[in-house]
């Protein structure tokens, strides 16, 4: 049983969760020594730098038919040459 009770004194979450100093992880502590030297440009939420053009979507349905025009082709060609 002392076996289980390190266990569970090891990994007590509401016992580390209680503290009241909560060191900041080596990422957090690495960009802001970085930013406090240089500072990153503000950047609006979720910036897309380059929207790619957008095709309407009748150039995509004309896309899905013509591939599904071209399988169901072959498929006809393929069983009309089988001998069975």
Known sequence: MP??????????????NSAEHKEPSARARMLAARWKE?????????????????RSSWVSTAV???CVAV?????????MRSPY
Request: overall charge negative; proline content about 16%.
């Open 3 to 16: 076996e289980q009770d390190d266990w569970e004194h090891e990994f007590d979450h509401r016992w580390a």
């Open 38 to 54: 240089n500072p990153p440009d503000p950047t609006p939420f979720r910036a897309d730098p380059d929207p790619a053009p957008r």
């Open 64 to 66: 899905v038919l013509g």
């Open 71 to 79: 399988v169901i082709v072959l498929l006809g060609y393929a069983q």
